[in-house]
Structures are given as structure tokens and as C-alpha cells.
């Protein structure tokens, strides 16, 4: 095509701009824009293509009836889009006869804000122009550049008041004021981290309350008192550098597991597990007495989604529920038989769970390995404390590995989604939220599961030590026990993910807007029309007009971009921490302190980033948190399980309560072994096995194991069997008493259920008269 052709083409698209947007502006001055998009000025580009699209997505929305105004900002166009009130008559009209939804909003009150910003994106991302494309991919193809509802001012500013600002952090959150505001869906997030951070008052006592019990037998406890007396020769710890050891040198190592093991720890566990299960029967009430009096307890998704496409479409066909039998054995038996050739999404998954599985194994390698490198160092420090600095770096390490993970897990689970067919973006929604929190559930405890469960058991005895590449001995366990290890490395990763999480989530988006305006110098003036103080680049060498509405415009589009997962990813980041308050808190009872100090900031943290540093949010109507709840059923579920293994498996309350008398138990848990061993002298150096310049005869090791023949004895299997059998009845206690708590707390509170039934007999009585005044009038 010749460059005249395309100058041709060019200048016939604006003009067509031109005159559409004349036609749809009507001489209104539109104070407040239900959405705002941004373009590119592409009136003298010579490429024409990107601006043809514009005009027929905008021609789109004129057949619609929508009235549109422009303004141009130095290379920027915007339009500001505002929604004829007849859509939302058919919405409110649409609402009172459906099914379920009839119940949300009286016939003759106004559309919310919120309610008018999500029928209007929901309209926008349904108009196709003629070649198909819509919303999302003119988006894509950088046609325009964003869109975005506008902050109202004055509800910002109380909000801000109110709500999002540090000083609030101790004073109950306005939910109905967010509801009305960022709609329902933002509002039951912030009602359902109020509820969560105030339930975890009780939990941070209890915890502090075990904690000091700990404390308080911290020197009078006869087992810390045997290890701090012992004179029991230890054998090497690692290889070549390390000797012979005395077990009182880790008097203060004993110490320290006994505040996190002992017998408040099995109290603390049962009461977590119950926690979890009280929390989630009063939060089903707590949102039940909310959601009632916002008129949404009975509305449904799929019904407000049919309803929002008849109002974009009267002619519209709905997405038919769907499943096949056929598919769904097909799935499973492929997943049984693993043969992901035959199907990329499954592949895709032993991808992620290969990758999962071998990040475990590259933690658990990068300790042993630290392990080594530490012992056998110059810094004494660190050498003698090889073992404890190990875990801390690998927690440190498993903490990195999480984040990069997360940006993994997000693509893959996104993938995932995309393969499939899913009929309305709730339940996409849905099956990306299940995705998602399963890649990250394994990514967050496959580190854990090892050190809870397999640290110190697999890594053979002194003459048959388990090794990596036959070069590197795995790790023991002190001989008061594991659990340490699985404190240390919940308690650093907890407090660099709280800690660091937060200071980039609210830091991110400050330093983004505040290097957008070092980057760009401002000037500022008071425009003596409005009286508002306005800003412009330094660097225009003219003064821009007074237009308050643009100022608004510019303001809002400035702020940092926000999109559809960004509430998901806060929920994410809650739950998540919810599963670490719950599952293995028998080894760290300060966690729920530790959320609760977390979640008081958090909650100020999101208002102020949603309020004052980010776009709106486009509003949801919902009236639960979605499957959340069930995932965070399943975490009770599994709270339960994890804290009767860590208990019967990973703590010595069992091996203490079979041995039953205190005085000799550190030296009934010891097995012995002799030097003159041959396969002990291929194990460990000569200079390795003297002590004091003697060299010893024999070492003891943690296990229970014959000294004759090193086979297990019939104590280790004793013990073994009673383990399990706590283990088993724990569970199953427990879980009698979740059931019973669920059965005895209601989920909707009776004043609701008679607030509704008063309202729906006041509804139908008001109908019947309407009936009977039409009848009288005919």
C-alpha cells in the first residue's frame, strides 16, 4: 500500500473519530465516568490499524447508547465512558424476577456505584468488533492501553479518615462503608481477615501460655538436668574435622527444645486443631449477619452472570453446563497409569510436581552439604554449631525458593486453566484459586515434611551412614529430639515471609508512584475557576487549561495498575499463613503471636494500598469468599493429621511416656557403638576419636539399636507401635470433637434467619397488595 493510501486511510479513520465522538458527547458535561480508557493519540501515525479498531470498539459502544467524551493529554487520548441509565433498569428490572437474586435491592432504589462499575466492565469486555476481537485482546494488542473506574473523592477521603491509615490500626474496620465503596467482594476479604486476626487473640495467649510453661521448668526439668549433667561420649557429628563430643555441651541446645516440647505442647496442638474448626463455624455466622443486611444471602454467581448478559444481549445464548463420564475416566486413568504424553495438561502438572519434589531434594542436599562446609571451616563459631547455622541458611534458602516459586506456580496454574473449558469466569476463577493453592501448599511444607518427619531417621548409624553421591552424610538429630529443627526452620521462614512480604507489597507501589514523579519534574498551580490545585510536567512549555475532570483522569490513571488477581493474591498470602498457624504449630506456639502482629498491620497495609495507592478495584457482588472456605476446611483437616504425627512421630512426648520415669531417659534413648568397629574406622578418622587426649573405646548415637549386631530392639518397635497409636487416636479424637463443634454452633445465627423471614413475608405481602389493587383497578 502506498503512502498516500495510507494517509488516506489515516486521516478518513479520525474523521470518523471525529464525528463519533461528536455524536455521542451530546453537549454533557459528565462529572463522574463509570470507566475511563486510554489510548494512544493515533491520529498522525501513519500505521492506521491500531486507530480503526479504536473507532469501531468506540462505534460499538455509541449502538449501545453509551455517551462518551474525550480528552487528549500530550501523546495520551482518554475516553471517559458513561452507561445510559436504561441498562441499569433492565438490571434492576432483571434482579427482581430472577430466581435467586430477587432479594437483593428494592425495585426503586438506585444502582450503587459498585454495582454500575462492574455492569459496565462486564459490558466492555463483552463487545467484539467485526473481525471478533474483543476487549481483552485490543488490550493485548495495545490498541488501548488500559481501563480503569475513578476514585470518588469524597468517599475516598473518608475512607481514608476512617479506615486506611496507620493511626486505625487498634479501631474496628467501617465494612459496610468498603462494601458500598469497593463492592462486596473486597468488603468479606477485609471482614474475613478482621474476624480471622480477632480469633487469633485466644490462640496467641494459649501459645504465650505453653511457651512460658516451657520457661518456667527451663532449669528444674530432670531431662535437661541429665544432659546438662551427662558424661556420655558422643560420637562424630560429621566427618574428618569433627570428634568425639561431650553430650553436656549441648546443655543449652536441650534448653531450648524443651520450650517447644513438652507437655503443654500435646494441650496446644488439640486446642489449634479445635481453634481452626470454632473459627471457621463462627465466621459462617459472623458473614451470614453481614450478607443479610446487604440484601445478597440468597444471590447467586451464575444468575447475576446470565443476568449481566441478557443486559449486554437480550438475544444472548447462555453456556450450557457440561460433563462427560467419559472424559473424567480418561483423566483418571491417565493420572493412575501417568502417561502424560497423552495429554499436555498432565504433563504440565508432573512438571510442576517434578520441580516441587526436586526443589525439596535440592534444600535437603544444600543443608547436608552446608553442613559439611561449615564443620570443617576456619570460624570456630560456625563449626561448632555447623548443624543449628545449616538449618538456618536452608530456611533461609527454602524462603527464596518460595518466591521465585510463586511467579512459576502463577504461570503454570494460569496454563492449566486455559487448557480447560470452563463456563464463566467464576469457574475459572475457582479452578485456578485450587490450583494455585495446591502448587504453593507443596512448594511451602515439602521442606517441612522432611524435617518433620524424616530429619534424623533415615541417615543410618555410625558404620552405616546413609550418604548423597557416597560422599555426603545426611543429618541427625540432637538428642533431645527434631523438633528444633522444625521450630527453627518454621519460625525464620514465617518471619522473613511476614516481614519482607509486607515491606515490598506497601513499598512497591509508593516507590512506583514516587519515581514517577521524580522522573517528572511538576509544576503546580491553583486554578482560580475550580479552586483546585493542579499539576502539570515542568517540561511543557505551556500552561494546560483548567479541567478539573481531566486532572481527576490523570490523577487516577498515575496510580498503580491493579487487575483481576490482585485480591486473589492477598486472600492467597492470608490462607497460606493460615496454614502455617495450624499445620505443625505443635512445633512453634508463637506462630499464632506472630500472625496476629502481622495481620493487625496487614489489614492497614491493603486498605491503603487500595484506597490511596492503587486504581480502583473493579467492584464484585459476591456474598462468600468463594472456595476459599473450603480450603480452609481442608487445612483444618490436615492441621490435624500434621500436628498427631509431629507430636507422636517428631516430638519425645511418646518415647518419655513409654519410658515414664524421668531419671535415665537421655541415656535409655543412646545406643553404643565400639571404635575397634571396622566399619566405624572407615567412618571416621583416627584424630576423630580422641577426647581430652584419650582415645575412647566407644560413642554413643541417638537410636535404639542393639550394641552387638546394631539391629533395632525391641523398645525402638515398642515405641514405634505406640507412636502410631497416638497418632491414630489423636486423630480420631479430635476430629469427634471438630464434628461436635460443628454441630453445636449453627451457621446462620437465629436472628438472621428471622430478619429474612420477616423480610420475605413483608415482600410477598407487598406483592399480594400490588395483585389485589391491579384486580380492583380492572
Request: aromatic share 12%; hydrophobic share 45%.
Amino acid at each position: 500500500m502506498s503512502d498516500a493510501t495510507n494517509k488516506r486511510h489515516t486521516g478518513q479513520a479520525c474523521i470518523e473519530l471525529r464525528e463519533t465522538l461528536n455524536r455521542t458527547q451530546h453537549g454533557k458535561d459528565l462529572e463522574q465516568c463509570d470507566f475511563v480508557l486510554v489510548s494512544k493519540n493515533l491520529e498522525a501515525e501513519p500505521d492506521c490499524e491500531a486507530l480503526r479498531k479504536q473507532v469501531a470498539f468506540i462505534e460499538e459502544l455509541t449502538k449501545k447508547d453509551f455517551d462518551i467524551k474525550t480528552h487528549v493529554y500530550k501523546k495520551k487520548r482518554f475516553y471517559g465512558i458513561v452507561a445510559p441509565e436504561a441498562i441499569f433498569s433492565k438490571y434492576k428490572y432483571l434482579l427482581k424476577v430472577s430466581d435467586s437474586c430477587n432479594w437483593s435491592r428494592e425495585p426503586h432504589e438506585k444502582v450503587p456505584e459498585p454495582t454500575r462499575i462492574a455492569i459496565v466492565n462486564f459490558i466492555l469486555h463483552r463487545i467484539c468488533i467485526g473481525n471478533g476481537e474483543g476487549f481483552r485482546e485490543l488490550l493485548q494488542q495495545k490498541v488501548f492501553e488500559t481501563a480503569f473506574s475513578l476514585h470518588e473523592e469524597e468517599e475516598q477521603r473518608e475512607l481514608k479518615q476512617k479506615w486506611a491509615r496507620w493511626t486505625a490500626c487498634l479501631t474496628w474496620q467501617p465494612i459496610t462503608e468498603v462494601r458500598n465503596y469497593f463492592g462486596e467482594k473486597v468488603a468479606l476479604y477485609f471482614l474475613w481477615l478482621g474476624w480471622y486476626t480477632f480469633t487469633l487473640i485466644p490462640a496467641a495467649i494459649v501459645g504465650i501460655v505453653v511457651f512460658l510453661y516451657g520457661l518456667a521448668f527451663f532449669d528444674s526439668n530432670p531431662l535437661i538436668k541429665e544432659v546438662c549433667e551427662a558424661d556420655i561420649i558422643m560420637c562424630p557429628l560429621c566427618d574428618k574435622k569433627c570428634g568425639v563430643w561431650n553430650l553436656s555441651e549441648t546443655c543449652t541446645y536441650a534448653k531450648v527444645t524443651h520450650l517447644f516440647d513438652n507437655e503443654g505442647t500435646v494441650f496446644f496442638a488439640m486446642f489449634m486443631a479445635v481453634w481452626a474448626t470454632v473459627f471457621l463455624e463462627l465466621w459462617k455466622r459472623h458473614r451470614a449477619s453481614y450478607v443479610c443486611a446487604w440484601k445478597v444471602f440468597n444471590w447467586c454467581e451464575n444468575e447475576e452472570e446470565l443476568i449481566l448478559e441478557l443486559v449486554n444481549n437480550p438475544n444472548c445464548k447462555p453456556t450450557p453446563y457440561s460433563h462427560s463420564y467419559l472424559r473424567s475416566t480418561l483423566v483418571l486413568v491417565l493420572v493412575t497409569l501417568m502417561i502424560p504424553e497423552m495429554c499436555d495438561c498432565l504433563k504440565t502438572v508432573e512438571m510442576e510436581l517434578v520441580l516441587i519434589i526436586g526443589l525439596a531434594i535440592g534444600l535437603v542436599v544444600f543443608r547436608v552439604v552446608a553442613t559439611v562446609v561449615l564443620s570443617e571451616g576456619q570460624w570456630e563459631l560456625l563449626s561448632e554449631h555447623a548443624s543449628t547455622v545449616a538449618v538456618m541458611l536452608g530456611a533461609v534458602m527454602h524462603y527464596l525458593t518460595m518466591t521465585i516459586m510463586t511467579k512459576v506456580n502463577r504461570r503454570v496454574a494460569l496454563y492449566l486453566c486455559s487448557l480447560e473449558k470452563t463456563r464463566s469466569f467464576a469457574a475459572t476463577e475457582k479452578s485456578f484459586t485450587v490450583k494455585m493453592f495446591t502448587f504453593q501448599f507443596f512448594t511451602l511444607f515439602s521442606s517441612l515434611i522432611y524435617v518433620a518427619f524424616f530429619l534424623g531417621r533415615i541417615n543410618g548409624r555410625p558404620g552405616g551412614y546413609v550418604r548423597i553421591t557416597g560422599k555426603w552424610r545426611l543429618e541427625e538429630c540432637h538428642p533431645s529430639g527434631c523438633i528444633t529443627d522444625l521450630f527453627i526452620q518454621m519460625a525464620i521462614i514465617m518471619v522473613l515471609k511476614q516481614t519482607l512480604n509486607n515491606v515490598f507489597e506497601f513499598s512497591a507501589p509508593w516507590l512506583s508512584t514516587w519515581l514517577k514523579k521524580k522522573r517528572k519534574p511538576r509544576k503546580k498551580r491553583s486554578c482560580s475557576p475550580c479552586g483546585r490545585s493542579t499539576e502539570w510536567d515542568a517540561c511543557d512549555d505551556h500552561e494546560p487549561p483548567c479541567d478539573p475532570e481531566l486532572d481527576t483522569w490523570l490523577t487516577n490513571y498515575n496510580l498503580n495498575e491493579v487487575n483481576a488477581f490482585s485480591l486473589f493474591e492477598e486472600f492467597l498470602e492470608m490462607v497460606m499463613q493460615f496454614s502455617f498457624t495450624t499445620i505443625f504449630v505443635a512445633a512453634f506456639p508463637l506462630a499464632p503471636l506472630l500472625a496476629l502482629i502481622n495481620n493487625v498491620l496487614e489489614i492497614r497495609l491493603d486498605a491503603i494500598k487500595m484506597v490511596s495507592l492503587e486504581r480502583r478495584l473493579v467492584p464484585k457482588k459476591t456474598n462468600n469468599i468463594g472456595v476459599w472456605i473450603n480450603v480452609l476446611e481442608w487445612i483444618g483437616v490436615l492441621a490435624v493429621i500434621a500436628n498427631g504425627l509431629v507430636i507422636g512421630i517428631t516430638s519425645d512426648f511418646i518415647p518419655r511416656m513409654v519410658y515414664s520415669c524421668m531419671t535415665g531417659y537421655i541415656n535409655n534413648s543412646l545406643s553404643t557403638v565400639r571404635v575397634s568397629d571396622e566399619n566405624i574406622r572407615r567412618d571416621f578418622q583416627p584424630n576423630q576419636l580422641v577426647f581430652k587426649d584419650i582415645n575412647v573405646t566407644h560413642c554413643s548415637y541417638r537410636d535404639y539399636r542393639n550394641n552387638e549386631d546394631y539391629s533395632y530392639t525391641s523398645q525402638f518397635w515398642l515405641i514405634l507401635a505406640v507412636r502410631f497409636a497416638f497418632v491414630i487416636l489423636f486423630e480420631h479424637v479430635i476430629v469427634i470433637c471438630k464434628f461436635i463443634v460443628a454441630w453445636f454452633v449453627p451457621d446462620i445465627p437465629q436472628v438472621v434467619k428471622n430478619d429474612r423471614l420477616q423480610d420475605k413475608l413483608h415482600r410477598l405481602q407487598k406483592e399480594l397488595r400490588n395483585m389485589e389493587q391491579r384486580s380492583s383497578d380492572v
